[in-house]
């Protein structure tokens, strides 16, 4: 738990088209809740980045941007990208079965406490902010 945890906090990361962007987001992520204090939240909380990360870098062409907070005991994960259309509703994990794409937001549902998207612009261009909750242990 951190050591101030009723103090809120929010970093934004803004990130080029670029696969590798994911790797550079889901190591940031890992640092910034290192150095709160919420490490026991670090691997779930990677995986629903590195997921909202490389949907934003495949499907969109243009830049995209990582935001997490941290308010009331809540670790909010997002990733905007510049499509505004909306992302594929998650299929349910065992229908996945083996599938090497589609299982994104699907994971994003199955290890979150809440998710969702809204339109957002940023940066002059119209997009998407689809985002994820954890609850602090």
Do not use: F
């Not at 941290?70 to 909010?76: D, E, K, P, T, Y």
């Amino acid at each position: 738990m951190p050591e101030n945890e009723t103090e809120p906090w929010e970093y934004s990361l803004y990130i080029p088209n670029d696969l590798r962007a994911v790797t550079v987001s889901r190591r940031t992520l890992r640092l910034i809740l290192t150095m709160h204090g919420l490490i026991g939240l670090v691997d779930v909380a990677e995986l629903l980045a590195t997921e909202l990360v490389a949907n934003a870098v495949r499907h969109a062409k243009g830049p995209a941007a990582l935001r997490v907070s941290w308010s009331a005991g809540v670790l909010r994960i997002g990733a905007w990208d510049a499509d505004p259309q909306p992302p594929e509703p998650p299929r349910a994990l065992e229908r996945l079965g083996e599938a090497e794409e589609g299982r994104g937001l699907a994971l994003v549902r199955a290890c979150s406490d809440l998710w969702g998207w809204q339109p957002l612009s940023r940066l002059g261009l119209r997009g998407k902010y689809v985002w994820c909750e954890l609850a602090a242990a």
